[in-house]
Each structure stands twice: as structure tokens, then as C-alpha cells.
């Protein structure tokens, strides 16, 4: 079982939702987290002058995927984090806020922020709860075997921090929810099989890109926002495919349910190949706007509705 930690957080300016300073016992480093509307008084800090690492996170229109709503996010490092994070202040639009992490004792030097640059890169590519702004994922860097263990644990101390606030992108994700599986009880399994006419059946609206490359490309769906109260009853997704198709036309059991990279929102991982529907069903007679965000039906009328309006009736 993972022990507790405190985290100590240093407002310096009374602004809970400006400058955030944080640190904790025995540890090396420091954090800041502001906002980007506030860069021009973070930079004046000397320490921010210090060799380290940094994310900027954010989120930007992808034009070759509409319907992927994931943080976009720039990891990076330098000798000098603030002329470094000054050039992004003009070269890249996208991010609206910032955190950065230095050594408070002996300067973090190339190799060590390389490292840590390497490490939280590979992070987010493996886990896929961000879009990466990064053009290329750097090589691990050759460090001596005290570095290693060094820098290893300067980053298990920033991956206790980046949670707090509200930055996920670095953390495997974890289900809450994993539907048609058997749960154990003292008394033996109990079926988690929805019953008749509940509602276990979310339907996604999905340009044809975004479709084509994920909902049948990748076996899932991300980031889309689902109450509490149905994580539970989820079975089954289907897809409403917009323009030029208007019709929902596939559907996949779904495995699991994970976090995604954006707070308060998941992504559904299917447990085998979307399949046709029986015949697809189109948008028809519906008002216009009822499908602008995911709806729930059930899988019965998934299977026999002839039009999009009888799948909410």
C-alpha cells in the first residue's frame, strides 16, 4: 500500500490561481505552476533562471482530428528555463499555463534534465492521455549508475506532485469501470449483465476522420464527458458518423473505462472490433442538434431502430 506525503503549496502572491510554488520534505526540487497570463512576473524570479524541466499545457483545434478534445501539451528542458519558456512565449499559441521544475540544491545538470525530458515524453506517448507538441522523441540519455537513481527518484517526486494540479497526462491510467466482466463476492460471482431496457449504450457523434482512425482504427474512444451515475451501466458504444454519412452505422463492447487527460472526461476501450449494425441509422426526421454530444439508449434499440429518434424514445 502506498505510503502517505505531504505536499507543501506557497501562494507568494494570494492568488490561488496565479503563482503556485511547490515543494515537500526532504526532497531536492521545487515546483511552479502559474498560468501564462501571468509569465511576465513569473520570469522576473531569479530562480526560474536555473537549469530544469518544463511543461506547457494546453489545448488547440486539430485539424486533421476534430473529435480528439485531448490536452495538447510541450514537454522541454534547458540550461536556462526562463529564456527557454520566453521563446515559447512567442513561437507556440497553444499553451495557457505552465509548470516547471529545478533543483533547489545542486543544479540539475544536461544529462539530468535530458533524462527527465526523455522520461516524461515517453510517458505520455505510452499512456496517450495527451497530444504531443513535441516534433521528436529524444533518446534516453547515457547516465552513471548514482545519476540514474538520482534523477529516477526526482521524478517519482515530480509524478506525486503533477496530480495535485490538475496535470494527469504522465499518469497510467487506472479503470473505473469495466463493463461485462464477472465481479467476486463473498457469495461468488455476481454477472455485471445490465438488465432489460436500462440504459448501457453511449452513442458518440464522430467526424469520418476521427472514425475511421479511432473508433475502428484504434479500438476506442476518448475524452468524452460521462456522469457518474452511468459509468457503472455503460456496455456498449456506438458511433453517430457525421457529414456526408449522418447515420449510426457501428458498435463495440466496451472493456474498460479510464480517466482521460482532461479532467472530468474518459475514453472507452473496446474489447474487440466494431461491428456493423444491423443497418444504419439515420439521422432522418431528428431535430437538428441531437446528436452535438454523446446520448444514451439501449442496446435493444440500438439493434432495432430504424431511425435516430427511436433510439431516445
Known amino acids: 500500500m502506498p505510503e502517505g506525503y505531504t505536499i507543501h503549496i506557497f501562494v507568494p502572491d494570494g492568488d490561488p490561481e496565479g503563482l503556485r510554488i511547490i515543494d515537500r520534505m526532504n526532497w531536492t526540487g521545487r515546483g511552479y505552476i502559474f498560468p501564462r497570463l501571468i509569465w511576465d512576473h513569473v520570469k522576473a524570479r531569479t530562480e526560474i533562471s536555473e537549469p530544469g524541466v518544463y511543461i506547457l499545457i494546453g489545448n488547440a483545434d486539430s485539424v486533421e482530428n476534430p473529435d480528439d478534445d485531448r490536452p495538447l501539451v510541450y514537454v522541454g528542458q534547458a540550461d536556462n528555463v526562463r529564456l527557454r519558456i520566453e521563446s515559447h512565449a512567442v513561437g507556440k499559441d497553444f499553451w495557457d499555463r505552465a509548470v516547471v521544475f529545478i533543483s533547489t540544491s545542486q543544479p540539475l545538470n544536461r544529462g539530468h534534465i535530458t533524462w527527465l525530458e526523455h522520461a516524461l515524453i515517453d510517458r505520455a506517448h505510452r499512456f496517450g492521455l495527451c497530444r504531443l507538441d513535441n516534433g521528436a522523441k529524444p533518446q534516453e540519455p547515457t547516465l552513471s549508475e548514482s545519476d540514474r537513481a538520482d534523477i529516477r527518484a526526482f521524478l517519482r517526486e515530480m509524478l506525486q506532485i503533477l496530480p495535485l494540479v490538475n496535470v494527469n497526462v504522465f499518469e497510467e491510467p487506472k479503470p473505473v469501470a469495466t463493463p ?49 451515475h452511468m459509468l457503472s451501466k455503460i456496455r456498449y458504444c456506438a458511433a453517430y458518423v457525421t457529414s456526408p454519412v449522418m447515420a449510426v452505422t457501428h458498435y463495440a463492447p466496451v472493456e474498460r473505462i479510464e480517466p482521460s487527460g482532461d479532467s472530468g472526461k474518459y475514453r472507452l476501450i473496446f474489447s474487440e472490433p466494431a461491428q456493423l449494425l444491423p443497418h444504419p441509422i439515420p439521422f432522418a426526421d431528428a431535430p437538428l442538434g441531437t446528436m452535438q454530444g454523446p446520448r444514451y439508449t439501449t442496446f435493444e434499440k440500438l439493434l432495432s431502430a430504424k431511425k435516430l429518434t427511436e433510439l431516445f424514445a
Open 180 to 228: 461485462h466482466q464477472r465481479t467476486e463476492t463473498p457469495k461468488g460471482p455476481v454477472s455485471q449483465e445490465p438488465q432489460t431496457g436500462e440504459l448501457n449504450t453511449v452513442i458518440v457523434p464522430a467526424w469520418v476522420d476521427g472514425f475511421q482512425k479511432v473508433f475502428l482504427g484504434e479500438q476506442q474512444w476518448r475524452s468524452i464527458r460521462i456522469g457518474h
